[in-house]
């Protein structure tokens, strides 16, 4: 429920407060604020943008997740090359 600016703000923080550690910042459902606060990643939905989409539009190295819910939706996030998938209900 947090608008962008606050959400970006939240996240600059935990980039900031994690730099040089081995964990990485994933924002969720919100490319651009991850991408604009410097995250390691972003974590989309069945019903965000797609990872072939997000591919276009994030550097190398940006982590890209998906959430699956079916043998469809994983296999799809396999060929649009998601870096991980989270498995749901």
């Given at each position: ?5 606050d959400l970006?703000?939240?996240a ?5 407060h ?9 924002v969720?459902?919100r490319i ?7 995250a390691?990643?972003?974590h989309?939905?069945?019903h965000d943008m ?5 591919r276009?539009i994030t ?5 890209l ?10 296999l799809l ?5 998601a870096d991980?998938v989270?498995?749901?209900?």
């Amino acid at each position: 429920t947090l608008s962008a600016g606050d959400l970006e703000d939240a996240a600059r923080a935990w980039v900031s407060h994690l730099h040089g550690l081995s964990t990485a910042v994933i924002v969720n459902d919100r490319i651009d604020v991850a991408l604009a606060a410097g995250a390691e990643g972003a974590h989309v939905g069945q019903h965000d943008m797609p990872i072939r989409t997000a591919r276009e539009i994030t550097p190398e190295g940006f982590l890209l997740g998906v959430s699956t819910h079916n043998r469809k939706e994983l296999l799809l996030a396999q060929e649009e090359s998601a870096d991980y998938v989270g498995l749901g209900a």
